[in-house]
């Protein structure tokens, strides 16, 4: 509910700190008092258009400031968990207007933009009068408010399911279409693809192989002219293993004379003479593998050729060719499956539209029997509150498929007509100002418990009214207040009486200034309001009796 509205320089108001109570709140004073300044202040702090005409004469800015008591489990913290605001013990909405008419806004002191500050403004307080209208206005909130009415949440929430499931399937199954439409496009260059690579068959590590090939072959004539030298040279004369061999027969005839000294130079010769031997087979067996037949080198040069080919073909290095026909390989295999894929698709699909259709359909025949309750119910209050001629009704329109959505296939409006005979139409464009606010007053206490805003305002919901009418729409404020926070502005001794709580609102001059100004009225205070209220700005003894009867008839 609204605890404090706290206001500082706007139009004729200086500053001003005005406390809210639960239940019924009624705000009167004489017409310019300033009660059209207190709503346009609510407004601005709720997120209405800023104005710089609002800033009072001589100030560089004003402010305002509302602040809420909200239930732990009140839906608008959500709103403020979306929005990365921490939640604290209050919540403050605050506004602050430049003289210039530019303006910056608050939730519980963090920046936010006035789009935010509107939307919470929207979830916190509903005001149905002269200066503004909101809430039952908006036929977005309509269905909520029915499924609420009728409890029918938790069927609402199944149909959401319902429609979310059928909506991913049939997006899986248009994106499976696409692809496979793709594939099938492609299907003869796919099959051509991997017959290539196939007959192709590249290995890995093959192109490294054939180059190492190619570029012995290239230069066979001159490795094998090396070679040949090389082993001539190891063979020239006595040949060098035979030399190395007779120097150790040498050395290994006088060692046991050297005492010791040629044993590491015998064990270095015998090795070499080894390696040496081992380097001249190395070399012949080198030798015999030299390939100078042309034929050999133009068939790996063309194998080489055509892997170099093939990659640049496909754009990727040779050794991805092997990975790649195994690609193209699933393509292909993944177009000769599809059709199955997305038979099952279709079929999913067709299930779950079914599933949707039963349970929505079950939600809309659940919505028209509550609807009846409603438009009863509604209807009901009407002719008590002077619109005995005013018809209310709940329209329920199925939807064309291509608008169904995750809140089932209907639209849902509320109605009426204002003279017997007439068709229904929206609320807004049929009912006049009067009118209006008595058909949302008759709407709020039918849907009370229904709607989750905490404070509504009406302002001069009487207007045009007087005796029994007035004294209806006092009652059924007093019974709506049971439920919700409700302020009315109102000139109607009938209302005013009715009210839990107090506030007159008062204009005076200080200091040379204009300003506008507002108390709580204690039971005296009141009696004489009321009796203002009566009989004008002379008060009578006749006008404050009728006002102690009109305060103990509560």
Sequence with gaps: MLHRLSIRDIVLIDKLNVDFKNGLCVLTGETGAGKSILLDSLGLALGARADS???????????????FDLASDHPFWDLLEDADIEREDTLVLRRVVNADGRSRAYINDQPVSVSLLKQAGRALVEIHGQFDTQGLMNPATHRGLLDTFGNLGALAAKTKTAYRVWKQIEKERIEAEAALEKDRADEEYLRHVVEELTQLAPQEGEEEDLAAQRQMMMHGEKLLDGMKQ?????????????????????????????????DEVIETLDK??????????LLERASTEVDLDPRHLEAIEERLFALRGAARKHDVPITELPGLKDRFEAQLNAVEAGDNALQDL?????????????????????????????????????GPLKLGGATFGTTIIKLDQADWNET?????????????????????????????????LALKVVLAQADPIPTLVFDEVDAGIGGATAAAVGERLGALAQDVQV?????SPQVGARGNHHLRVSKSEQNGTVISTIRPLDENERTEEIARMISGEHVTIEARAAADTLLNAV
Excluded: W
């Excluded at 070499?272 to 087979?281: D, F, M, P, R, V």
């Design 487 to 491: 302020l009315v502005v109102t000139h």
């Design 53 to 67: 005409g609002l800033v009072r004469h001589g100030s560089d800015k004003g402010s305002v400031s509302a602040e």
């Design 230 to 262: 090389a082993h001539g040279e190891l063979n020239n004369h006595k040949g060098v293993e035979t030399m190395l061999r007779n120097s150790l027969r040498h050395l290994e005839r006088i060692a046991e004379k050297a005492e010791g000294r040629l």
């Design 346 to 382: 279709r079929a999913r699909e067709i299930e779950n539209r079914n599933a949707y259709i039963e349970i929505a359909e079950q939600l809309g025949a659940k919505r028209r029997s509550t609807a009846q309750g409603l438009d009863k119910a509604v209807n009901n209050e009407l």
């Design 408 to 440: 089932g296939c209907d639209r849902i409006a509320f109605e009426i007509s204002t003279n017997p005979g007439a068709p229904l139409g929206p609320i807004a464009k049929v009912a006049s100002g009067g009118e209006l606010s008595r058909f949302m």
């Design 272 to 281: 070499a003479s080894e390696y040496t031997s081992l380097g001249i087979q």
